[in-house]
Every structure is written in C-alpha cells, then in structure tokens.
C-alpha cells in the first residue's frame, strides 16, 4: 500500500520543484528558439564561414550528450573563472541542445518556402535579414509547427538535467523525497504525472496552433 500522505507531508518541495522545472522550461524554450532561428539563418546565409559555423554547431551540439553541456557551464567553465548558478547552467545547457534541433527544423522550414519568395523580398529592396524576418521566417514557422512542439515536449522532459546539478527541479525532488520516505513508485508516479501537467498543455496548444494557422494559410 501506498502511504499517501508523503504526498501531503512534501507538498511544498514538490511545489518548489514544479515551479523550478516550468521557469526552466520557459526560458530555455523562448532562449532555444532564438538560437535556433539564428543557427538555421546562418546556415542557409550563403556566406561559407557562416554556414559552417552553423553546419559545426548544429553537429556538435545535436551529437553530444546533452548532459556533458550542462557539466560544461556548471563544472567546465568556473575552472576559467566563469560561473553560473546551477539553474541558470540547466538553462543554458538545455537552450543550446534544444537549439541544434530546432534549426533544423527551420533549416527544413525555410527550404519548402518557394524561393520566388526570396526573390520578390530582394526585389523589392529588403536586405537578407528583412526578407528572412518578414517574408521567409513567418511562412517556415507555420510550416514546421509539429516538428517544433516536439522539442519543446523534449525540452520539458529533458530539464530533469537539472536533477544531475542540484537544480531542485522534480526530478530532484523525487530523488530527495523518495530516498527520505522509501516511497520510491508513489514518489516518482506522482512526479511523472507532474510533468504531464506541463507537457499535456503545451501539446494540446501545439496542435491547436497548427490547426488554426492551417486554416488561414
């Protein structure tokens, strides 16, 4: 049987875990995208240092644990003198990973854009970066909505990271939790669907957009 009551006796940690993972998830999801919309325009630039400063940080970053990132903000760069706090190293650690993935995503977006788009954008007197802001981005973005809902579910999934550096995210509160109450099914079943509370949503707000964009596109 399961003693419920831990749930009761611990509700503030786990309060204070969901709260850490969802500002996690927040800001490396707006921060994830940024980088993922600035690597995918780098790489398809048409400057070859650019592309391949983007080529090398979308297979870097997409082939290496993303573990070893987070150690490499919260272990590897205080050795240089530059230190961040646990949870701003899952932040960064998450953001970068993230970000490889979602420029590709909109690598592929921003192809199946006709390139008469790009054409017209240049005729008519924008720069590279006005016709991309304006004309190519917004019509790639409606494009690869489902591919980009699923990193931000993985993003969310993957911010239990923060459980590895003692970022008091669910993860590690489950740890603590189910080590001090021997409860370790009820801990972590209860911690699981505490993710589903976040990643159910945005899901669900995913396909929402997707349909709603489909219809006026």
């Known amino acids: 049987m399961f003693d419920v009551t831990v749930l009761a006796d611990y509700k503030q940690e786990f309060i204070d875990g969901f709260l850490v993972t969802l500002s996690a998830s927040v800001l490396a999801l707006g921060l994830s995208l940024a980088i993922g919309t600035f690597i995918a325009v780098l790489r398809l630039s048409g400057v070859r240092p650019l592309e391949i400063v983007g080529t090398a940080y979308v297979e870097f970053f997409r082939n290496t644990p993303i573990v070893i990132q987070v150690f490499l903000f919260a272990i590897g760069l205080p050795t240089l003198g530059i230190r961040f706090s646990e949870f701003t190293s899952g932040v960064l650690g998450l953001s970068i990973y993230t970000g490889a993935f979602i420029a590709e995503a909109l690598r592929a977006g921003?192809?199946?854009?006709?390139?008469?788009?790009?054409?017209?954008?240049?005729?008519?007197?924008?720069?590279?970066?006005?016709?991309?802001?304006?004309?190519?981005?917004?019509?790639?973005?409606?494009?690869?909505?489902?591919?980009?809902?699923?990193?931000?579910?993985?993003?969310?999934?993957?911010?239990?990271?923060?459980?590895?550096?003692?970022?008091?995210?669910l993860l590690y509160t489950a740890d603590r939790v189910s080590s001090d109450t021997f409860e370790v099914a009820l801990v972590y079943g209860f911690v699981a669907l505490l993710y589903l509370v976040i990643t159910l949503p945005l899901s669900l707000g995913v396909n929402w957009l997707e349909r709603r964009l489909s219809k006026n596109y």
């Open 110 to 169: 921003i192809q199946s854009v006709p390139k008469g788009q790009m054409e017209a954008a240049r005729s008519s007197g924008m720069s590279y970066v006005q016709a991309m802001r304006y004309v190519i981005l917004p019509q790639a973005f409606k494009l690869v909505i489902p591919p980009l809902g699923n990193q931000f579910v993985n993003l969310v999934k993957n911010s239990s990271v923060l459980a590895i550096i003692a970022g008091g995210d």
